[in-house]
């Protein structure tokens, strides 16, 4: 089992900027691939960010590109995702997965794991 562990959630202003974090434990050393979902009451799970933690490689959803960044930090077995010039239609619960699966898929179901989620309300 892998547990995932998220902070870094909050409220701010349009504009400004947030960083969450996902630190994995447990069997972490199985996972390769970490990404991040959010989830409002009115939409279904999307995906927002993924991440090959073996490479490096990275996968953005358009909504999101050139505002949001994901990173790894193996060492610390952590996940981050930065998230800059926030907007009110980024507002929902975050989620960090972890999967075994290298393909990376960008659908929910190809995760194995997940976390509690945190909030992230951005203000207009």
């Known amino acids: 089992q892998v547990q995932l562990l998220e902070s870094g959630g909050g409220s701010v202003q349009a504009g400004g900027s947030l960083r969450l974090s996902c630190k994995a434990s447990g069997y972490s050393y199985t996972v390769r691939c970490m990404g991040w979902f959010r989830q409002t009451p009115q939409k279904e799970r999307e995906g927002v960010a993924r991440i090959v933690t073996g490479e490096g490689i990275t996968y953005y959803a358009d909504s999101v590109k050139g505002r949001f960044t994901i990173s790894h930090d193996y060492a610390k077995n952590t996940v981050y995702l930065q998230m800059n010039s926030l907007k009110p239609e980024d507002t929902a619960v975050y989620y960090c997965?972890?999967?075994?699966?290298?393909?990376?898929?960008?659908?929910?179901?190809?995760?194995?794991?997940w976390g509690q989620g945190t909030q992230v309300t951005v203000s207009s």
């Open positions: 997965a972890a999967t075994v699966d290298s393909s990376c898929s960008a659908s929910p179901g190809a995760f194995n794991y």
